[in-house]
Structure formats: structure tokens, C-alpha cells
């Protein structure tokens, strides 16, 4: 269904921030950018949907392999004893020993969703572990290559359950994290043609985005489809 996006700015990223903009979205590509009046009025049998803040490209979670590989992500059930952040370092060795196959698909599809609700559409691979490949396959969000994990190590389960790899750094699901910037953190620009990723964030520029972080995210979209929305 042919759908208009529209909120008080688009930032494309590689040209200029559009005030009052929308994106049109058919299928899973944008057929139409740029301010919000000419894109309804070229596509009046459109739905519309009205979001806060500023809609921007999908961001690159450059850390996936390690946050999905090198940290567990608890399960709401076990926050009292776990508590709700990812788990690395020490604490996730000590608890890496005593993880069966079932409760580390569970860590990675709740890692999966986590980075949905920070705006994230590509995720750095390579993806060595099959059940990873496959885990993120299923989600939906688009692995592309390039880059190692932040301590430096090739990725895996099975390595990571033994204990022999020492853990450090904290986990951040957060592609901005760290003081990056816009540009530097999507994956590509919106353009028309261009499939149809990206991200709604309710801060009103991108200085206050990249101040506030992923964080602020309210709505992630990909390929068309509306797969997060804050409650």
C-alpha cells in the first residue's frame, strides 16, 4: 500500500534537511521525497501517517557480531535477576558456561529486536555462526560486510560458551554511540528509488538527534514495512 511518512523534517542525508518533508513509500521503495505538500498532492489515494520529530535514514549497527555473539541479551523474565541492559565482559563469561542452544536463540532475537528500537536497518557482518546468519535473516534487517568486532576477535557461539575469549568493553545498542555522527552512522541516504529504510526520531534536528542518540527513536522502518513503534 502506498504510503506518505511526513514529519516536521527529513534529513536524507547527502542533501539538504527538508522542513515539512515526507517520504512516500510503495512496496519497499520511496517513490517520492521532499516536501510534504507536493509529495501528498502526487499521491492523494495515499494513507498518511504524521510522526514527531525528524525521519532520517536507517542506522548501521557497526558492532552487531560482537553485541549478538560477545553479549547476552535477558529475557524480561530474568530482569530481577539479570537486570534489562546486555551483559558483557566478566559478567557475560561467567554466564556464557552456563548457556544452553535454546537460551542463546532467545538472547540473540531479543538483541534483534533491541537494535530495531534504536532505529537500526544494517547490521555489519560477516555473520560466521549459522544461527546468527539465520536469526538475522528472519528479522529482516540487512547485513553488509565490512569490519571486525570491537575487541578484535572473529565471531561465533560456540567460542564464546567456552569462556576462552576474554570479554571486554561495555555493550551500547546504540549506533551513535560514542560521539558519531549522522552521516557516519546510516547506512545510505534516502533518495528515490532507494529501498525504503529508515527511522523516526523524536528530538527537532540532527544536532539534537545526535546529542539525545538512537534512543529517541519512535518508529523504524524496512524495507516499507513498520516493524517498531514506541508505545
Excluded: K, N
Aim: hydrophobic share 45%; aromatic share 4%.
Amino acid at each position: 500500500m502506498l504510503t506518505v511518512h511526513a514529519a516536521p523534517l527529513v534529513l536524507p542525508v547527502g542533501a539538504g534537511p527538508v522542513e515539512r518533508g515526507a517520504v512516500a513509500v510503495d512496496g519497499d521503495r520511496i517513490v517520492a521525497l521532499g516536501p510534504y505538500e507536493a509529495v501528498a498532492a502526487a499521491h492523494p489515494a495515499a494513507r498518511v501517517r504524521q510522526w514527531p520529530g525528524v525521519i532520517a535514514p536507517g542506522l548501521r549497527q557497526r558492532h552487531a557480531e560482537w553485541l549478538l555473539t560477545r553479549c547476552y541479551h535477558p529475557d524480561p523474565r530474568e530482569a530481577d535477576e539479570l537486570g534489562a541492559d546486555p551483559l558483557s565482559g566478566e559478567a557475560f563469561a561467567r554466564l556464557a558456561r552456563e548457556l544452553d542452544a535454546t537460551r542463546w536463540a532467545g538472547s540473540v532475537r531479543r538483541g534483534l529486536q533491541q537494535m530495531l528500537r534504536y532505529g537500526t536497518t544494517h547490521l555489519t557482518g560477516p555473520f560466521r555462526d549459522p544461527a546468527v546468519r539465520t536469526a538475522v535473516s528472519r528479522s529482516g534487517l540487512v547485513e553488509v560486510l565490512g569490519g571486525v568486532s570491537p575487541v578484535g576477535i572473529p565471531g561465533g557461539v560456540p567460542q564464546s560458551v567456552s569462556g576462552s575469549v576474554s570479554m571486554g568493553g561495555a555493550a551500547d545498542l546504540d549506533p551513535l554511540a560514542g560521539g558519531r555522527d549522522l552521516p557516519g552512522s546510516v547506512h545510505a541516504p534516502l533518495v528515490t528509488g532507494a529501498r525504503a529504510d529508515f527511522a523516526v526520531f523524536d528530538v527537532p534536528d540532527e544536532a539534537a538527534l545526535v546529542a539525545a542518540g538512537a534512543g529517541s527513536c519512535v518508529v523504524t522502518v524496512l524495507g516499507g514495512r513498520l516493524v517498531y513503534r514506541r508505545r
